[in-house]
């Protein structure tokens, strides 16, 4: 079953005809349980500045804030569960925008009841290369409590490859790594 934010704001963006696919929190929920409820969707970098445009006139939306490469909208018939449009072009290192969507749709990505989610390797990959990538590190421990694969860490580092972004994901997934071996994790992680 859809999440109904998630439902909504599928509704929302096919009416304006944007290509999107759901990252972060919602995305992982599809291997593990997460807690999240808010909507993170990218769009490829050549339709960002066209698809916030489009969404910001919507009646179903509020525009919370625009930060460069995040807009973030409230769902209004949820009481404002946060909507955050991402430009793939953040992501993309050496490469554009546009190849790293291509990338997530074509090769990270499953489609379940016509939305395309991408996978949690994808997910990690953005988180690690946020400004707070520290706080999303927490995530990514959370989510291989909650049953995603710590190996899967190898998936990020691939796509890092790929993007020429391998250097700052090194030291990063260093870092979770180094967080996922903290003893009073072992026992939980021992239970599976």
Known sequence: ????????????????????????????????ATSTQDVD????????????????????????????PVTRFGLRDLRGVPLD????????????????????????????????YVSPEAVWYTRLLTKRWRAYAEKIVTNVVD?????????????????GTEATIRERIAYVREELNRPELDALLRRG
């Open 85 to 116: 449009v991402i430009d793939a072009g953040v992501f993309s290192g050496t490469r554009t925008g546009a190849e790293f969507f291509d990338f997530l749709l074509g090769e990270q990505s499953t489609e379940v009841d016509g939305i395309v």
């Open 41 to 68: 969707v990218m769009v490829t970098t050549v339709a960002y500045r066209e698809a916030v445009d489009r969404l910001k006139g919507d009646p179903e939306l509020t525009t919370a804030f625009e930060a460069g």
């Open 1 to 32: 079953m859809t999440e109904p934010a998630v439902a909504a704001a599928d509704r929302i963006l096919r009416r304006h005809g944007i290509r999107f696919a759901v990252v972060g929190g919602q995305a992982v929920a599809r291997s593990a």
């Open 147 to 163: 049953g995603v694969a710590a190996d899967r860490l190898l998936g990020v580092e691939a796509i890092a490859r790929r993007f």
